[in-house]
């Protein structure tokens, strides 16, 4: 499940992702994280428990919750990217639920909230240089149950359009 991504995806979006955020914030880095996948509308990242351990033996709680938090912050990203947009990423809100411990290794899968989309987001983003969206994300366990999950609101502003309407 974990390791660097193959070769072949050396320059895919995923890829520059799961770089920055190893290389820009420092506990993505201390955590291990990978960037697992991503279809266009869900992003998995994943870690493994060795340098996510609590006293214990299971996943520590904050790094459920920093996986979870940065998985919905990529997925945005990753769709504004997608769009050509270089507007910045910040999460608004959120509320965690933890359901059951974690043993082994951990992902996390964020996706919009259900009825929300990120063309309306754009829309928004477009019209007014900001805009945010509902994600939510979960880390499955082996059974398909989640261990835990986030409810979170990110917001994109552009920085641009912002900084003009202010002028």
């Given amino acids: 499940m974990l390791g660097p991504l193959p070769a072949s995806a050396a320059s895919s979006p995923l890829h520059d992702l799961e770089r920055k955020l190893r290389e820009e914030i420092p506990l993505a880095r201390a955590m291990d994280l990978r960037a697992a996948g991503y279809d266009g509308q869900t992003l998995t990242l994943a870690a493994p428990l060795p340098p996510n351990i609590n006293d214990k033996g299971c996943a520590f709680g904050g790094s459920l919750a920093s996986l979870m938090t940065l998985a919905g912050w990529g997925l945005v990203r990753l769709q504004l ?87």
């Fill in 81 to 167: 990217q997608a769009r050509g947009s270089d507007a910045e990423v910040y999460v608004a809100d959120s509320s965690i639920r933890y359901l059951a411990p974690v043993w082994g290794d951990f992902g996390a899968v964020a996706r919009p909230v259900e009825g929300e989309s990120f063309d309306a987001f754009f829309d928004t983003l477009q019209a007014r240089g900001r805009a945010r969206i509902g994600i939510v994300c979960e880390v499955p366990l082996p059974d398909g149950t989640a261990a835990a999950s986030l409810a979170a609101r990110f917001v994109a502003i552009d920085p641009a359009r912002v900084r003009g309407a202010a002028s």
